[in-house]
């Protein structure tokens, strides 16, 4: 029997969307199985969705709005479905990086989340092991789509050469993120420096820091602690924000130099391998 369990659709994006897909399904005359079917699915997703317990991924939402012909109501909606999975304190800083023009970061311990491999950050996610694992996979992917609009912010990363040596989710997936990295060697939009051992001690070494600037608001700083993420737009926290970002720049590597070290640790740390039993003994 169909779980027929009702939802409020003003408790949550999720709820929300849920209680419009079975909506939008029942005036279709389908069933759950027969929607399923449609979008190369199991029906027990459908319910599962319809009753608030199960995240829809973009694809999901897009394959149904191309079912129901609902021009686009799920794929827009998702967006806000899977930022609300994001920490509430994070939440606030998502959306006005979907809105930045011009992004800059420097991070001294991990790849840029919106240079991630979904591997990476599945690897990165787990490792505090939250139950919303995949949730909050999806969500870090989907914040990515701001690469891709049509003109898409002007993002320069800087990342210290100890991110390139930390193994997260082993050889393979650290392989995957580097040549991920190495594939915006040519935008015009995206750039990527390493700041090397050998720059020695610089004005952030106490930590990463993202800095935003937007056409119709102030820029902003935005820092993380283990706790949670803290973002403002006092004037002089943003002017020393730039300053050690400007810093911080000018003793990297240049941006040719940067992917050529890049594709070196690559090959050297996370090339093939040969067998431990194909390997010459002593």
Same mark, same amino acid.
Request: proline share 5%.
């Given at each position: 029997?169909?779980?027929?369990?009702?939802?409020? %659709?003003?408790?949550? %994006?999720?709820?929300?969307?849920?209680?419009?897909?079975?909506?939008?399904?029942?005036? @279709?005359?389908?069933?759950?199985?027969?929607?399923?079917?449609?979008?190369?699915?199991?029906?027990?997703?459908?319910?599962?969705?319809?009753?608030?317990?199960?995240?829809?991924?973009?694809?999901?939402?897009?394959?149904?709005?191309?079912?129901?012909?609902?021009?686009?109501?799920?794929?827009?909606?998702?967006?806000?479905?899977?930022? =609300?999975?994001?920490?509430?304190?994070?939440?606030?800083?998502?959306?006005?990086?979907?809105?930045?023009?011009?992004?800059?970061?420097?991070?001294?311990?991990?790849?840029?989340?919106?240079?991630?491999? %979904?591997?990476?950050?599945? @690897?990165?996610? $787990?490792?505090?092991? %939250?139950?919303?694992?995949?949730?909050?996979?999806?969500?870090?992917?989907?914040?990515?789509?701001?690469?891709?609009?049509?003109?898409?912010?002007?993002?320069?990363?800087?990342?210290?050469? @100890?991110?390139?040596?930390?193994?997260?989710? $082993?050889?393979?997936?650290?392989?995957?993120?580097?040549?991920?990295?190495?594939?915006?060697?040519?935008?015009?939009?995206?750039?990527?420096?390493?700041?090397?051992?050998?720059?020695?001690?610089?004005?952030?070494?106490?930590?990463?820091?993202?800095?935003?600037?937007?056409?119709?608001?102030?820029?902003?700083?935005?820092?993380?602690?283990?706790?949670? $993420?803290?973002?403002?737009?006092?004037?002089?926290?943003?002017?020393?924000?730039?300053?050690?970002?400007?810093?911080?720049?000018? @003793?990297?590597?240049?941006?040719?130099? =940067?992917?050529?070290?890049?594709?070196?640790?690559?090959?050297?740390?996370?090339?093939?391998?040969?067998?431990?039993?194909?390997?010459?003994?002593?």
């Amino acid at each position: 029997m169909p779980n027929i369990r009702r939802l409020d %659709p003003t408790a949550s %994006p999720l709820d929300y969307f849920g209680s419009e897909l079975r909506r939008y399904r029942e005036s @279709a005359g389908l069933s759950q199985k027969e929607l399923g079917d449609c979008i190369f699915c199991t029906g027990s997703l459908v319910g599962q969705i319809e009753t608030a317990h199960k995240v829809p991924t973009r694809e999901f939402a897009e394959r149904a709005d191309a079912a129901l012909m609902t021009d686009g109501s799920f794929s827009r909606l998702v967006g806000l479905v899977l930022r =609300s999975q994001l920490p509430a304190w994070f939440q606030a800083y998502a959306e006005m990086e979907a809105k930045a023009t011009y992004i800059s970061t420097f991070q001294c311990q991990l790849v840029y989340g919106l240079l991630q491999t %979904p591997e990476y950050a599945r @690897a990165v996610l $787990g490792a505090v092991q %939250p139950e919303n694992l995949e949730e909050l996979v999806e969500a870090r992917m989907d914040r990515q789509r701001l690469l891709r609009k049509e003109k898409p912010p002007l993002v320069w990363v800087v990342l210290d050469e @100890a991110v390139l040596y930390r193994p997260m989710g $082993g050889r393979a997936v650290m392989r995957n993120q580097l040549a991920h990295l190495l594939s915006f060697r040519n935008e015009r939009r995206l750039k990527i420096q390493v700041l090397p051992f050998s720059a020695g001690e610089h004005p952030s070494v106490q930590g990463s820091f993202n800095l935003l600037r937007l056409d119709d608001d102030p820029d902003i700083v935005y820092t993380e602690d283990f706790v949670q $993420g803290h973002m403002t737009a006092n004037p002089d926290s943003v002017s020393e924000g730039w300053l050690h970002y400007d810093q911080v720049r000018a @003793a990297a590597l240049s941006v040719r130099d =940067s992917a050529d070290l890049i594709a070196h640790v690559m090959e050297e740390r996370y090339g093939d391998q040969p067998a431990a039993e194909e390997r010459d003994v002593a």
